[in-house]
Each structure stands twice: as structure tokens, then as C-alpha cells.
């Protein structure tokens, strides 16, 4: 059974900073595309950043580009998402999601097969 299960959220300070994890399991992910979404209250989910296992390319969301990193631990099966100098607008549910890496572009969510329950992110003033 695959499972992506997050980790790494919560309550922060405008300004501060977080690293959530995602653990990949149940099946073999080297070419899978692994991408990040979040949906702040009220919006649609949105995509954030996305990597692939086997290959370093990434890519961001304009919105988080010089903030955001992504990255994988090939060996914990894990892919992170560090992030830097949170705003207000970061709140929301952040969730990985995993997709075939020949399918599709990165920014589609509906590309992505397997996701995570996701993970809580809150940024106050």
C-alpha cells in the first residue's frame, strides 16, 4: 500500500522558518516526479514546488521562489520542503503528492497519483 505521510508543520512567526518531510513507502519511487501543493482556508489547492528522485531538477511556484527548496533523501525515502522567510499568505495545508515522471507537467494536480493527509503550516504576525 503506498503512503506519503507529512510531517514538519505548525505555528510560526512571520519571518521564521520550517522544514516538512514527507516519508514515501508501499512501492518504488525512483521515476516518480514528487511535488508539494498547499490550500490556504478558502482557495483552491495550489502547486508550491516539485523534484524528481532521480534527477536534481526542481521547480517553484513564483509566488515561493528564493524561499522554498525542495530536496530528496533518496536512502529515507523522504522529500522536504524548507522553508524560509514565512508570510502570513504560507498558511495553509501542505500536502506531497507523487506522480509518474513521464506524465505530465508538474504544476497539474490531477498528474499526481498517490497523496499525502497533509500538514498543517501557520504563519502569525
Known amino acids: 500500500q503506498v503512503q506519503l505521510v507529512e510531517s514538519g508543520g505548525g505555528l510560526v512567526q512571520a519571518g521564521g522558518s520550517l522544514r516538512l518531510s514527507c516519508v514515501a513507502s508501499g512501492r518504488t519511487f525512483s521515476d516518480f516526479a514528487m511535488g508539494w501543493f498547499r490550500q490556504a482556508p478558502g482557495k483552491e489547492r495550489e502547486f508550491v514546488a516539485a523534484?524528481?528522485?532521480?534527477?536534481?531538477?526542481?521547480d517553484y511556484a513564483d509566488s515561493v521562489k528564493g524561499r522554498f527548496t525542495i530536496s530528496t533523501d533518496n536512502a529515507r525515502n523522504t522529500v522536504y520542503l524548507q522553508i524560509a522567510g514565512l508570510k502570513p499568505e504560507d498558511t495553509g495545508v501542505y500536502s506531497c503528492?507523487?506522480?509518474?515522471?513521464?506524465?505530465?507537467?508538474?504544476?497539474?494536480?490531477?498528474?499526481?497519483?498517490?497523496w499525502g493527509q497533509g500538514t498543517q503550516v501557520t504563519v502569525s504576525l
Open positions: 523534484t524528481k528522485w532521480s534527477a536534481g531538477n526542481t
Open positions: 503528492a507523487a506522480r509518474p515522471a513521464w506524465y505530465g507537467s508538474n504544476r497539474n494536480q490531477r498528474n499526481y497519483y498517490y
